[in-house]
């Protein structure tokens, strides 16, 4: 039988798993608390387990993360890891500092089956699902790694978003045991305000996190009609805007906000036109509580498109101003190093040419532990 990742357990799987050993649960909690609070990967370090246990775990359990490709660090403070997933396949993670608050931006998938047009992770293609344990595994890197850059026992982490590359909901079995993992108490004990899934608007599974396990919900509108929409994220031709909206209500009825955050990405000459704006206003309205993220465009040439303007951009959110949405323009951060909003395809390749899947390949850090 091969060696179960300890990374891919919650709290209740770990109970359960400790319990096939013969222990009992409270060595799930110290267990869980060793490998996610303090960091641990190796059970000899872990010195308040029973002997008995550690010496069961060594020969079917293990507590491996992912190597360590490449690490860049942006001018603005910004952190990128690229992490090999296997098989030619890597994703990142990207830790955004800011004065309150410390955000990693974590990956769902290996690449991206959506296929939004004015994102480049989606141009790349997909590959796989990752496994609630790699998804983990960025958290438990990002975090333990931060904490000895710094010099602190102190959480440098505040804030989780689902962001990175891949759709969240169309990896749903391994997403919620890794939203739980965040949320645990014995774990990074993050609040469920502070932990984001965005989606491009999968509606069956927003219904399911409604019930299973409700966090921040962050959707991909990006246009203000169905026509539009169909162009730009292609989704929308399966579960079109009303559909969504009325999954958007539904979701608040459990949501730990008392609003949908809507992610707009400014898109010259294409969605940033002040008619679209009132568009905008008279679709959300009155119907939905929400706050606008407006997001400035990251290009990328397969794309064939352009960042709107600055004076756009703001023009367009003075509109919806006016009309009492609640609007930020979001900043760009880290895209020196390419890894602001829709840039995570990072240093991998499109995946129509399979035979060449990196770009660089730097020497990998195998074994990598925070």
Same mark, same amino acid.
């Given at each position: 039988?091969?060696? !179960?990742?300890?990374l891919?357990?919650?709290?209740?799987?770990?109970? +359960?798993y400790?319990? &096939?050993?013969?222990?009992?649960?409270f060595?799930a909690?110290q267990?869980?608390?060793?490998?996610?609070?303090?960091?641990?990967w190796?059970?000899s370090?872990?010195?308040?387990l029973? #002997?008995?246990?550690?010496e069961?775990?060594? /020969?079917?359990?293990?507590?491996?993360?992912?190597?360590v490709?490449?690490?860049?660090?942006?001018?603005?403070?910004?952190?990128k890891?690229?992490?090999?997933?296997?098989?030619?396949?890597?994703?990142?993670?990207v830790?955004?500092?800011?004065?309150?608050?410390?955000?990693?931006? !974590?990956?769902?998938?290996?690449?991206?089956?959506?296929?939004?047009?004015?994102?480049?992770? /989606?141009?790349q293609?997909?590959?796989?699902n990752l496994?609630?344990?790699?998804?983990v595994?960025?958290?438990?890197y990002?975090?333990h790694?931060?904490? #000895?850059?710094?010099?602190?026992?102190?959480?440098?982490?505040?804030?989780?978003?689902?962001?990175g590359?891949?759709?969240?909901l &169309?990896?749903?079995?391994?997403?919620?045991?890794?939203?739980?993992?965040?949320?645990d108490?014995?774990?990074?004990?993050?609040?469920?305000?502070?932990?984001?899934?965005?989606t491009? /608007?999968?509606?069956p599974?927003?219904?399911?996190?409604?019930? $299973?396990?409700?966090?921040?919900?962050?959707?991909?509108?990006?246009a203000?009609?169905?026509?539009?929409?169909?162009q730009?994220v292609?989704?929308?031709? #399966?579960?079109?805007?009303?559909?969504?909206? $009325?999954a958007c209500?539904?979701y608040?009825?459990?949501?730990?906000?008392?609003?949908?955050?809507?992610?707009?990405?400014?898109?010259?000459?294409?969605?940033?036109?002040?008619?679209?704006?009132?568009?905008?206003?008279?679709?959300?309205?009155?119907?939905?509580?929400?706050?606008?993220?407006?997001?400035?465009?990251?290009?990328?040439?397969?794309?064939g498109?352009k960042?709107?303007?600055r004076?756009?951009?703001?023009?367009?959110a003075e509109?919806?101003?006016?009309?009492? %949405?609640?609007?930020?323009?979001?900043?760009?951060r880290g895209?020196?190093?390419?890894?602001?909003c829709?840039?995570? +395809?990072?240093?991998?390749?499109?995946?129509t040419?399979?035979? %060449?899947?990196?770009?660089?390949?730097? !020497?990998?850090?195998?074994?990598?532990?925070?």
């Amino acid at each position: 039988m091969d060696a !179960v990742n300890l990374l891919g357990f919650d709290l209740e799987g770990l109970a +359960a798993y400790c319990e &096939q050993l013969g222990e009992k649960r409270f060595r799930a909690t110290q267990l869980f608390r060793w490998i996610h609070q303090k960091g641990a990967w190796e059970f000899s370090q872990m010195s308040d387990l029973a #002997k008995s246990l550690r010496e069961k775990l060594a /020969g079917r359990a293990h507590v491996t993360g992912l190597s360590v490709i490449s690490e860049h660090v942006s001018a603005d403070g910004t952190v990128k890891w690229l992490f090999d997933v296997g098989q030619g396949n890597a994703v990142e993670a990207v830790f955004i500092p800011e004065d309150d608050r410390g955000t990693l931006c !974590v990956s769902s998938q290996a690449g991206c089956a959506v296929g939004c047009r004015f994102c480049s992770t /989606g141009h790349q293609g997909f590959s796989r699902n990752l496994e609630t344990s790699e998804i983990v595994a960025q958290l438990w890197y990002a975090e333990h790694s931060l904490r #000895k850059r710094f010099n602190t026992d102190e959480r440098v982490i505040s804030n989780v978003v689902m962001m990175g590359m891949g759709e969240p909901l &169309q990896n749903y079995g391994a997403l919620v045991p890794a939203l739980r993992v965040m949320l645990d108490d014995h774990a990074y004990g993050l609040s469920r305000r502070r932990v984001t899934v965005s989606t491009s /608007g999968v509606v069956p599974m927003i219904d399911r996190l409604r019930e $299973d396990c409700p966090v921040a919900l962050a959707v991909s509108l990006h246009a203000p009609d169905d026509a539009l929409r169909d162009q730009l994220v292609p989704i929308n031709k #399966k579960y079109p805007i009303a559909e969504l909206l $009325d999954a958007c209500e539904r979701y608040l009825e459990c949501a730990p906000r008392d609003f949908i955050t809507f992610e707009y990405c400014m898109l010259d000459g294409v969605n940033d036109q002040p008619e679209q704006a009132q568009a905008l206003i008279q679709l959300l309205r009155g119907r939905i509580n929400c706050k606008l993220n407006l997001i400035p465009f990251n290009p990328f040439p397969a794309s064939g498109l352009k960042r709107s303007s600055r004076a756009r951009v703001q023009a367009f959110a003075e509109i919806l101003i006016r009309s009492g %949405i609640v609007t930020t323009v979001r900043k760009t951060r880290g895209d020196d190093i390419d890894a602001a909003c829709g840039q995570l +395809a990072g240093e991998v390749q499109d995946r129509t040419r399979a035979h %060449i899947r990196m770009v660089r390949a730097p !020497v990998v850090v195998k074994n990598s532990a925070p």
